[in-house]
C-alpha cells in the first residue's frame, strides 16, 4: 500500500518512506532508484510526500519490486489526475524496470500486480504480452485457495544473481537451460487447464514436476535447506510445491488439499512462519482520493 500527500505542503521538499527515509530537494538526488524513475515518468518532480507500507520484505519472491512500482505508478498517476489503466501501468513498470534500468527480470510480476485474479500471460519473443482470463469458477478458485499454504524460509535474498545467470544461459543457447525453460513453460500451460477442470490433486502434482525441473536450472535455485523442508512438507501431506520467485529462498509454497495440520505443525518445528493468504481478484487501485 502507498500513501500519498501532494501540495498543499509547506515546501518543495520530496520527502519519501519506505524501509528508509529521503528528504530531498531534486529527483535526481533520489537514491531509490525504481521511485525516482516512476517520478520522472510521470513527470512529477516537488512538493510530493510518498509512504510505503508492505506485508512482505524485498527479495522473498514474492514480486515485490514489480508489486511496489506498479503501486507507485499507480498512485501518482492519480495525484496527476490521470486514470491509468492496468495496462498502461505493467507496460510503464515494465520499461523501467527491463529498458531503463536493465534488471533482468520478466514481465509477469508487473502485469499480474496490475491486473490481479486468475490471469494467463502470453509474451512474444517481442515482449508483446497478450493479458487473458481463464473461464473458471468461483467454486473451483475457493478450492484452489484453500489447498494452497505458504510458509516464510526466513532467508532473503537478491534475485538477480539467479536470474543474470539464467539469461546469460538462455542468450547462449544452453541446451539443457533452454530446454528446462520450455518444459516449464508447457507446465504452466497444463497447470492452467487442471485448474479450469478443477483437478487439483493434478495441480499439485504438476507443481511438484515444475519444481524438479525448475532446481535443476541453476544451483543457487535451492540448497539443503529448502530441499529438506520441501521434503518434509511432502510427507506431512503436500502433492508438490516450490520457492516461489527466482528460488534460494523467499517463501515456500505447497498445494496440500487435504488436512493441513501435520504440515503446519512440521514447518512450525522447522521454524518456518505461516503467511495466510488470499487470492486478490481486483489488481493494483485507488483505495481513497481526496
Known sequence: MILVRAPPVIDDLIRLKYSTSETVEKISQVQHTLIKEALKLTGINKAVELSWIADVPYGTGMGSSGSFLVA???????????????????DEACHIEIDVLKSSVGKQDQYLAAFGG??????DRKGRVEVSRPRVSQAILKDLENSFVLFFTGISRSSHQILSKQNRSTNRGDKKVVNGLHFIKEIGHSIGQAIVKGDIKLVGELMDTHWQYKRKLSQNISNDRIDRWYQLGCDA?????????AGGGGFLLFCCP?????????MKKEGLRELFVNFDTEGVKILVNF
Open 258 to 266: 487435504g488436512d493441513k495440520t501435520e504440515i503446519r505443525k512440521v
Open 118 to 123: 486468475l490471469t494467463q500471460l502470453e509474451i
Open 72 to 90: 507507485t505508478l499507480k498512485a501518482l498517476h492519480a495525484l496527476s489526475g490521470q486514470e491509468a489503466a492496468a495496462e498502461q501501468i505493467a
Open 237 to 245: 501431506g503436500a502433492l508438490g510445491g516450490k520457492i516461489m520467485g
